[in-house]
C-alpha cells in the first residue's frame, strides 16, 4: 500500500525553474519505481520520467532531456522532479506515480505501468 503526496507546482515565466516533491507513505517493499505524468487540457496524460529506486536508472521523454532531472531521497522516502529553462508548453498538471517492478523488467514509460497516483500539482509556465 502506498499514498503519494505531490507539492511545489506553481506559476514561473518562462526559462524560469521549479522543484516539484512527491512523498510516499510508509515503507516500500520490493523493487519499485517511482515517476512523473503530467497532463494538459484536453490532452491524454503523458510520460515524463521515471527513476528505479534501487538503481537509480532513469528515462526520460525527449521533451524534458536536458531540462528535467528526477532524484531521490531515501531517508524521506521522496522524489524530486528539478524543472529547469521551463517552456509555455510545459504547462500540465504534474503527478507523482509509482509501481512495483520486477527486477530486469524495462522501465514502464506509460499510465499502465503504475499503480499508485497522487493528486497531482498545478505547473504553469508563463509567457
Known amino acids: 500500500q502506498v499514498q503519494l503526496a505531490e507539492s511545489g507546482g506553481g506559476l514561473v515565466q518562462a526559462g524560469g525553474s521549479l522543484r516539484l516533491s512527491c512523498a510516499a507513505s510508509?515503507?516500500?517493499?520490493?523493487?519499485?519505481?517511482m515517476g512523473w505524468f503530467r497532463q494538459s487540457p484536453g490532452k491524454e496524460r503523458e510520460f515524463v520520467v521515471v527513476?528505479?529506486?534501487?538503481?537509480?536508472?532513469?528515462a526520460y521523454a525527449d521533451a524534458v532531456k536536458g531540462r528535467f532531472t528526477i532524484s531521490r531521497d531515501n531517508a524521506k522516502n521522496t522524489v524530486y522532479l528539478e524543472m529547469n529553462m521551463l517552456k509555455p508548453e510545459d504547462t500540465a498538471v504534474y503527478y507523482c506515480?509509482?509501481?512495483?517492478?520486477?527486477?530486469?523488467?524495462?522501465?514502464?514509460?506509460?499510465?499502465?505501468?503504475?499503480?499508485?497516483w497522487g493528486q497531482g500539482t498545478q505547473v504553469t509556465v508563463s509567457s
Open positions: 506515480a509509482a509501481s512495483n517492478l520486477l527486477y530486469g523488467r524495462p522501465l514502464p514509460t506509460s499510465t499502465n505501468g503504475y499503480s499508485y
Open positions: 510508509g515503507r516500500p517493499v520490493g523493487s519499485y519505481v
Open positions: 527513476i528505479r529506486w534501487s538503481s537509480g536508472s532513469t
